[in-house]
């Protein structure tokens, strides 16, 4: 078992059976759609999905500071965050169409064979147009082309007007490599300078597990596969679902 963390007050942890953590994670979203997956408890939703294995759930509670080891017998599940949090909203013709602001949320699962993965949820987000940041350099099509305006096209086939807001949330799915070691279980986004201050994918990842390989890609598609920076074919997975309104 191990310890729920970033938050000050007493929170449960849970343990499951052995399994393959994508294997796993992918179970846990089609039994509830991305939607809820997004920003559900992810530590509750583990205990509640596998609470009707022959083999025993093991959970516990524990204080949000306080490493637990993961049970000999399962996988563990632990919990980090929430840190207010924000980006630019990236489109498929290489633009930043929008703003956006949430809550980032870290579920680090572990088996005992010590696999890693990452859940990066992002929840209570909302967005705004235009982005105030453009990417360097600069995208040839409009800076307010939609998101997905060049999906199917090298030139943008629309645009999205200025002072559109909605709410938005969605997630990543990031398996760790063989050889990854979590370092810090610092409660704070920033596990070596122990701060929330800036708190990114990147951030997180490379300051709580060794070694440091993790590069934010820019990615334009609401669903899609994500290389990552030295994890060779291994990708993860990214959902984000924004509404207007």
């Not at 992918?26 to 039994?31: A, D, E």
């Not at 990236?90 to 929008?98: D, E, K, R, V």
């Not at 990452?118 to 800076?143: A, D, I, K, L, Y």
């Not at 820019?218 to 997975?237: E, F, I």
């Amino acid at each position: 078992m191990s310890t729920v963390a970033g938050a000050a007050k007493t929170s449960p942890t849970t343990s499951l059976p052995t399994t393959s953590l994508t294997a796993l994670i992918t179970s846990l979203i089609n039994s509830v759609g991305d939607d809820t997956f997004s920003t559900i408890d992810l530590t509750t939703l583990v205990s509640t999905f596998t609470s009707t294995l022959a083999t025993p759930l093991h959970a516990s509670t524990s204080a949000a500071q306080t490493r637990v080891a993961p049970s000999s017998s399962g996988t563990s599940a632990t919990h980090y965050g929430p840190y207010a949090s924000g980006s630019p909203d990236s489109g498929t013709c290489g633009n930043n169409w929008a703003d956006d602001t949430y809550n980032r949320h870290f579920t680090v699962f572990r088996n005992n064979d010590g696999s890693l993965l990452v859940v990066e949820q992002f929840r209570n987000g909302t967005f705004v147009t235009p982005s105030t940041t453009q990417p360097s350099p600069p995208s040839p099509n409009p800076s307010n082309s939609s998101p997905g305006g060049c999906q199917n096209s090298a030139t943008t086939q629309g645009t999205v007007n200025n002072g559109v807001t909605g709410n938005m949330h969605g997630y990543f799915v990031i398996p760790l490599p063989s050889g990854t070691t979590q370092t810090s279980f610092d409660p704070h986004c920033n596990g070596t300078a122990m701060t929330n201050a800036g708190c990114d994918t990147t951030t997180f990842i490379n300051t709580h597990f060794t070694p440091a390989c993790y590069s934010s890609p820019r990615v334009h598609c609401d669903y899609v596969l994500l290389p990552l920076c030295c994890w060779g074919p291994r990708p993860d997975h990214k959902r984000v679902e924004e509404r207007v309104g």
